[in-house]
């Protein structure tokens, strides 16, 4: 089964400028050779702390950011570098959903334009069938057809989000990278929102990228997650299998971080972290790791560890379990 979606060696670099001439000090390495193949109908969790690149590879995805290295493959076209003309159909397939739904919708607009007008500049629908699609976008993400006529600050933040959600599968997308999409949301939305998603994704037979930075939404939402640090993956694997049996020990620690329901069901032997996280500019040699984790050697100091191909993989010289 070849992936919907295949990354391959991805670097997206940033340069770090200086001084009154802009001299380049050097380059954040938001995303540092990274592969991963995505798979039609999956969600793929992409979790990490802020700053780790997960947003930049979903960027990178929707073709909002150039990547310096490597390949972005989609239904084995190679659209890596393609101009955005270039790329006018197949864009439409590759949609985001963003954190805050209030600065990604444009204030002066109604819904109805918000909704209406993607529609007609990707001649998705006629423009005498726009008031129809409208209308049952509306419906698909459980707002009043009436909410048309508003402009987003007259709308809740859940609602907000909503129209968001409507906005990217107007175009009829196959992948979506959800960037994490119920951050900013009070904890009573969160879960209709993300209720809402799973529907939508059976419905239109949707595969997601769902980007957050802790482990709660994505273990509810994900069937298989992948682990960040530091511009890596350090960790992938089936959802149940990292959450079973997690083998790099930064994974462990963000499990530790989630709060179980059940606080018996907790890991007896929590590891701690120390340290703050390094700066991206300049990650440390070996495993990126290495200064902040509680079983370092000194093999983990000099030798860089490598993620390998199988389908629970960790980029660890000495993986737990
Ligand atoms: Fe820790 Fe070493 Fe594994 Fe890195 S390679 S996570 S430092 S044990
Ligand atoms: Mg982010």
Excluded: W
């Excluded at 001084?19 to 969600?43: K, N, P, Q, W, Y």
């Excluded at 069938?129 to 402009?151: F, K, W």
């Excluded at 298989?224 to 959802?239: C, D, P, Q, T």
């Excluded at 149940?240 to 179980?260: C, G, M, Q, S, V």
């Amino acid at each position: 089964l070849a992936p919907l979606l295949q990354i391959e060696r991805l670097k997206v670099y940033f340069s770090i400028r200086k001084g009154i001439f802009s001299r380049i000090a050097g380059h954040v390495r938001a995303v540092d050779d990274i592969s991963l193949d995505i798979f039609e109908g999956e969600t793929l969790g992409l979790v990490g702390e802020s700053g780790c690149g997960k947003s930049t590879i979903g960027r990178a995805i929707v073709r909002l950011e150039e990547p310096q290295e490597g390949r972005i493959v989609f239904r084995n076209a190679d659209i890596t570098h393609r101009s955005l003309r270039q790329l006018k159909p197949l864009r439409t397939k590759l949609q985001m959903i963003f954190q805050d739904p209030y600065s990604s919708l444009n204030p002066r607009k109604r819904i109805y334009d918000i909704l209406a007008e993607p529609l007609a500049a990707h001649r998705i629908a006629a423009k005498a069938d726009l008031q129809r699609r409208v209308n049952r976008l509306l419906d698909m993400v459980g707002l009043p057809s009436a909410y048309q006529n508003r402009y987003p600050h007259e709308l809740s933040g859940g609602q907000r989000q909503r129209i968001g959600i409507a906005r990217a599968i107007s175009l009829e997308p196959s992948l979506i990278v959800c960037d994490e999409p119920v951050s900013a949301l009070d904890v009573s939305i969160q879960a209709q929102i993300l209720n809402l998603l799973s529907d939508l994704q059976k419905e239109l037979k949707l595969t997601y990228v769902f980007i957050a930075h802790g482990i709660g939404a994505v273990n509810y939402i994900s069937t298989r997650i992948a682990v960040m640090y530091l511009g890596k993956i350090v960790e992938v694997g089936s959802r149940d299998e990292l959450f079973r049996n997690p083998k790099h020990p930064y994974t462990k620690i963000l499990l530790d971080a989630y709060p179980a329901p059940d606080p018996t069901k907790r890991s007896k032997q929590r590891i701690i972290v120390e340290g703050d996280v390094p700066n991206s500019a300049n990650p440390p040699q070996g495993c990126r790791f290495h200064t902040r984790c509680p079983y370092v050697q000194e093999r983990c100091r000099r030798e860089e560890p490598q993620l390998g191909n199988s389908g629970h993989a960790a980029a660890c010289h000495f993986p737990l379990g």
